[in-house]
């Protein structure tokens, strides 16, 4: 991909309110998140337009003259923004939240000459604090009150600018248009950086072309945006036919089935590297050698269960799975729903190991639907339209989502088929968190 090329791609990503994408579950729009959009499009900041006491202890403020949210006393007074209560260097909070009068009530409210909410409090003791809360943002907050919902991944309210929606794709979306940038662009630039990074975000995978097949070159991919996560395998570890009993399947030529990793620990790696350093490139040999990687969207497949089979989707959005393995003389287990998901019903996590899934342990009228639903979520995870399979060659380095994006191997014949790839794992909140500060970057 061009430098043109990644400038545009960049241009079209950081305006979140014009992805095409829809979230797992497509919800009506208020006023107020209307106004919100309307806003983040066309740059107006909100304005407070008059604000005053209202009953149960609550300050009542009117944004553009037609929105309103209603603040309580006690949580403005918590969540003043001033030198006093909040650290100007961390942005770490001061104040003493259990030390607070649940029923504290202001002496005045105002709004000031810079159109910002203007409290003055009587403290312990006599003297007067004065908070100013800044338009915009008393209004990305005043959404959740008005619309009594919790904190929640869709719901972020220090992010800005908010991260685009999620891209979810089949065999149809992402053939000729897979997420791919060149190894060269990746390290030189910072746009390249931000690119690559842009599209493992929304897909939840993406590669790079043209590394350099020396063993470790994965942990320098790496560190240009996080830190590689140790586990039982070391810092990294190498994908190649040298089976060693207790070990595990994958060191094997073995056909491996769709699945996500390690979903036996207390949290599975968020992010996982695949570098090929070795190969047989069919377009060198002419014949097929076996050991294609293929990749499905978990997302997607969660999507169309709750759309088609909502039944089956309860079952394994409520059904824990235990997942267990042993090896090296270490043993791990962890329980876990086949889909997983947050407070707003939206499926943020997918575990799925058959190799490493244990006897399923629940109520008898509960294994027949369980076997049901499984046996659904797994053939449309293995329907060839659902995904893509591609033969990995030497140069080739592929990051995925493990949390989202299942991904598996075809069989080969150790005889014939040099194969040989290194990987690693990251926390994905560490490349999530170099991607956001990126676009905070660009959108400025």
């Known amino acids: 991909m061009s430098m043109k090329t990644s400038m545009l791609l960049l241009r079209r990503v950081v305006v979140p309110a014009l992805q095409s994408a829809r979230p797992l579950h497509t919800r009506s729009k208020s006023t107020m998140v209307s106004a919100a959009l309307r806003n983040e499009v066309t740059g107006s900041p909100p304005t407070i337009t008059s604000a ?142 931000y690119t690559w990074l842009n599209m493992f975000y929304k897909y939840g995978v993406a590669l790079l072309r043209g590394v350099p097949t020396e063993k470790n070159k994965i942990v320098d991919v790496v560190k240009r945006f996080a830190y590689v996560k140790e586990t039982q395998y070391g810092q990294t570890f190498d994908v190649i036919n040298k089976p060693v009993e207790g070990s595990h399947l994958a060191f094997t030529g073995l056909h491996l089935t769709h699945h996500t990793d390690m979903n036996y620990r207390e949290k599975s790696p968020g992010m996982q590297l695949l ?90 009228h509960v294994v027949t639907p369980f076997y049901h639903a499984y046996r659904l979520f797994s053939e449309k995870l293995r329907d060839p339209a659902a995904g893509l399979e591609f033969n990995m060659i030497p140069g080739d380095l592929v990051a995925f989502n493990n949390r989202r994006v299942l991904h598996g191997r075809t069989s080969f014949d150790a005889r014939k088929v040099d194969r040989h790839l290194q990987g690693c794992y990251v926390d994905i909140d560490e490349a999530f968190s170099k991607y956001d500060s990126l676009r905070e970057k660009f959108y400025n």
């Open 275 to 364: 570098h090929c350093l070795k190969a047989n490139d069919p377009k060198v040999t002419g014949t097929d050698p076996g050991g294609r990687s293929f990749f499905a969207d978990g997302f997607h497949i969660a999507r169309w269960l709750e759309e088609n089979e909502p039944a089956a989707f309860h079952v394994l959005t409520s059904t824990p799975v235990r997942f267990s393995i042993k090896n090296d003389g270490q043993k791990y287990s962890a329980l876990w729903p086949i889909l997983c998901t947050n407070s707003d019903g939206d499926v943020t996590e997918v575990h799925y190991n058959n190799r490493t899934m244990k006897p399923l342990q629940a109520p008898t």
């Open 52 to 193: 005053f006491p209202s009953q149960h202890l609550t300050a009542k403020v009117i944004f553009d003259g037609e929105t309103t949210a209603d603040f309580k006393y006690i949580w403005l007074r918590d969540n003043c923004q001033c030198s006093k209560c909040v650290d100007a260097g961390t942005k770490q909070k001061l104040v003493d939240s259990p030390a607070l009068d649940l029923y504290v009530k202001p002496l005045s409210l105002t709004i000031n000459a810079n159109g910002a909410l203007e409290i003055a409090w009587k403290e312990e003791g006599g003297d007067i604090h004065t908070s100013k809360y800044n338009p915009e943002w008393l209004y990305k907050y005043g959404q959740s009150f008005m619309h009594n919902n919790f904190a929640s991944d869709s719901i972020d309210m220090e992010m800005h600018p908010k991260r685009p929606e999620y891209e979810l794709w089949d065999r149809t979306v992402i053939w000729g248009n897979f997420p791919e940038l060149s190894y060269n662009e990746f390290m030189e630039t910072e746009t390249g950086l």
